[in-house]
């Protein structure tokens, strides 16, 4: 009867805000895999890995395989290379249209432009 009372709830206030695709909407992650060049939007991003966002399943079946990309912005003064492996995939359906979503983990940390580093930190606190 006295658990009840001591049970505290949890808290659905986010300490930090989500970035969203739009922040990144200026940038854009070409892929190499095999002897084809994907293409898709930048969802996020960290030293240590991003999540592309795709009009296809294109990376459905590459979990576990490596992979060389570029991230590239639109006006191309920044691009950040990489080397890393599809880790994650997922499909996404918002407003009636279906999204494919990918996290790819860098084999090494890489440097994030100034620009790049404050989108992926922004938050409300």
Not at 41 to 63: A, H, K, P, R, Y
Not at 87 to 110: A, D, M, R
Request: aromatic fraction near 6%.
């Amino acid at each position: 009867m006295g658990e009840a009372r001591n049970k505290i709830p949890m808290s659905s206030h986010r300490k930090v805000n989500r970035i969203t695709p739009k922040e990144f909407e200026d940038y854009r992650v070409l892929l190499e895999l095999d002897e084809l060049t994907l293409e898709g939007q930048l969802g996020n991003v960290s030293e240590t890995g991003l999540c592309i966002i795709m009009d296809d399943n294109s990376l459905l079946d590459e979990i576990g395989n490596e992979i060389a990309g570029i991230i590239i912005s639109k006006d191309k003064k920044e691009k950040i290379s990489f080397l890393g492996k599809v880790v994650w995939y997922k499909v996404q359906k918002t407003n009636n249209e279906i999204t494919h979503l990918s996290g790819i983990e860098f084999h090494k940390p890489v440097d994030l432009t100034n620009q790049l580093a404050i989108k992926s930190i922004y938050s409300d606190t």
